[in-house]
C-alpha cells in the first residue's frame, strides 16, 4: 500500500527555521516525484513545488521559488519543505503528495496527511 | 500567470446529476493538460478522484465520471449521494508546472 506519512504540528515564531517531512513507503521512492500543496486557512490548494527524488530534479512554482526549499534524501524515501526565516503569513497546512509519469500522462494519486505549520509571535 | 476557473459554488438534490468545469486562461484544455480531479472534505486532507481527463483510480466510484466539454475539463456526478458533499478542485498541467483551480464547493440539498 503506498503511504505518504507527514510529520506532525508544528508552532513557531517569525524568523525561525523549519523543515517539514513526507516519508513514503509501498512504492519505489525513486521513480515518482513528491509534490508539496499549501492551504492557508479558509482557503484553496495551491501548487507549490515538486521533487524528482531519484535525481532531485526539483521544480519551483515561481510564486515560491525563494521562499521555500524542497529536497528529498532517497536513503530514508523523506521528501522535506525548508523554510530559512517563517513569516506569519506561512501559516497554513501543508500537504506532500505522490505525481507520477507514465504510459503519457502525469497525475497525482496518494495524499499525506497533512502538517499543520503555525507561525505566531 | 496563469489562471484555473472553477465555478465557486454548486447545488444538487440527493440522486442527481451535476457537472462541475474546470477553465484554462490560456485558452482550451485539451488531454496535454492531464487534467486531474481531487475531492477535499472538511478537516480532511485532499483525496484524487480523476486523472489523465477521464480516469478513475481505484477508489474512485463509478458515479464520478470526468471528460472534456466546450473547451473545458468536467467532472460529472451521476446519482449524487450525500457525502458527496465536499469542495472539488481540478488540477492542470502547464509543460514543467502544476496549476489549481479556486475549487467548487459542493452542497448536496
Known amino acids: 500500500e503506498v503511504q505518504l506519512v507527514q510529520s506532525g504540528a508544528e508552532v513557531k515564531k517569525p524568523g525561525e527555521s523549519l523543515t517539514i517531512s513526507c516519508k513514503g513507503s509501498?512504492?519505489?521512492?525513486?521513480?515518482?516525484?513528491i509534490g508539496w500543496v499549501r492551504q492557508m486557512p479558509g482557503k484553496g490548494l495551491e501548487w507549490m513545488g515538486i521533487?524528482?527524488?531519484?535525481?532531485?530534479?526539483?521544480r519551483y512554482n515561481p510564486s515560491f521559488q525563494g521562499l521555500v526549499t524542497i529536497s528529498a534524501d532517497k536513503s530514508i524515501t523523506t521528501a522535506f519543505l525548508q523554510w530559512s526565516s517563517l513569516k506569519a503569513s506561512d501559516t497554513a497546512m501543508y500537504y506532500c503528495?505522490?505525481?507520477?509519469?507514465?504510459?503519457?500522462?502525469?497525475?497525482?494519486?496518494?495524499w499525506g496527511q497533512g502538517t499543520l505549520v503555525t507561525v505566531s509571535s | 500567470q496563469t489562471v484555473v476557473a472553477q465555478e465557486p459554488s454548486l447545488t444538487v438534490s440527493p440522486g442527481g446529476t451535476v457537472t462541475l468545469t474546470c477553465a484554462s486562461s490560456?485558452?482550451?484544455?485539451?488531454?496535454?493538460?492531464?487534467p486531474n480531479w481531487i475531492q477535499q472534505k472538511p478537516g480532511q486532507a485532499p483525496r484524487a478522484l480523476i486523472y489523465?481527463?477521464?480516469l478513475r483510480h481505484s477508489w474512485t466510484p463509478a458515479r464520478f465520471s470526468g471528460s472534456l466539454l466546450g473547451g473545458k475539463a468536467a467532472l460529472t456526478l451521476s446519482g449524487v449521494q450525500p457525502e458527496d458533499e465536499a469542495k472539488y478542485y481540478c488540477?492542470?498541467?502547464?509543460?514543467?508546472?502544476?496549476?489549481f483551480g479556486g475549487g467548487t464547493e459542493l452542497t448536496v440539498l
Open positions: 503528495a505522490r505525481v507520477i509519469s507514465a504510459a503519457g500522462i502525469r497525475w497525482l494519486d496518494s
Open positions: 488540477l492542470l498541467y502547464y509543460a514543467g508546472a502544476w496549476v
Open positions: 521533487i524528482y527524488p531519484g535525481d532531485s530534479d526539483t
Open positions: 489523465g481527463t477521464n
Open positions: 490560456t485558452g482550451a484544455v485539451t488531454g496535454g493538460y492531464y
Open positions: 509501498g512504492y519505489s521512492f525513486t521513480t515518482s516525484w
